[in-house]
């Protein structure tokens, strides 16, 4: 093995993308001149500056994926949206400052779709989160951040849904401040904005998971105990879904080769509504096989049976 050109730190290691993306470079996708260091909240409280500063001087990354979030089901969000604010704000603060401040040369976030406007038009595409066009030279300060905000509002021409404001609203501010770095300083922070991930070591608690590791720890006890199965809601709400491995095989594309400071939306084909349009993924990668829906879906109801007992629920 030659020399370790990058210390790639992914916080939210313990989670489902950080999980994924740990399998995936196991598995042969890592490069030789990589090392990957995975973090979870048992190595350090992000919400604290001192000690994600000494985790950062610790491993000393050149590279970071940030996952680390404060997370729930809408149920949990419901309750909690000043908590999910607050941790999730201090948070990314804490990453996105000590990376700037150590001299890290890129940074990649996870976003998600509910920082768009609840009241929106479809396809969602990238140009909804657009503030400013960062092509300039960086340097021109907050002022010229703040007049493209204004001028560029798609991101702010209407609020995220009111279930869950306080997580969508930290998220879009991770945007935010990803280009108020890029101008101020240069940095090459940026951000993906999946869709509705899911897999193996998801949250599978039925009341604060997500809709489908819900559904299946619903299923798995309906035919353990030949119960009947209630779903909850209309039906009526459409979603996309990307499985956790897909998800995490765009994210070492997206470190190694994406170098706009705009997020890039990472959506699979194939649902019944588009939600959200994967056309500049497919500009940058044409080839890239996202995995059977149903094949992935099995795989997840596999782990998850054979998982049960240690899995998060």
Sequence with gaps: TGPVAKRILVTGGSGLVGRAIEKVVADGEGQPDEKWIFVSSRDADLTNAAETKALFEQHKPTHVIHLAAMVGGLFKN??????????????????????YETG?????????????????????????????????????????????????????????????????????????????????????F????????????????????????????????????????????TGKPRRQFIYSLDLARLFLWVLREYDEVEPIILSADGQFKKTASNAKLRRYLPGFQFTPFRQAVKETCAWFSANYANARK
């Design 104 to 188: 890290v040369q890129k940074v990649v976030s996870c976003l998600s779709t509910c920082i768009f406007p609840d009241k929106t038009t479809y396809p969602i595409d990238e140009s909804m989160v657009s503030i400013s066009s960062p092509t300039h030279s960086p340097g021109r300060g907050f002022p010229t951040l703040l007049n493209s905000l204004l001028s560029c509002p798609q991101i702010h021409d209407g609020p995220p849904h009111s279930s869950n404001f306080g997580y969508s609203y930290a998220k879009r501010m991770i945007d935010i401040q990803n280009r108020g770095y890029f101008e101020q300083h240069g940095c090459r």
């Design 190 to 233: 940026t951000a993906v904005i999946p869709t509705n991930v899911f897999g193996p070591h998801d949250n599978f608690n039925i009341e604060d998971g997500h809709v489908l590791p819900g559904l299946i720890h619903k299923v798995y006890l309906a035919k353990q105990t030949g119960s009947a199965l209630t779903v909850w809601g």
């Design 78 to 99: 419901i309750r909690y949206n000043l908590d999910f604010w607050r941790r999730n704000i201090h948070i990314n603060d804490n990453v996105l400052h000590t990376a």
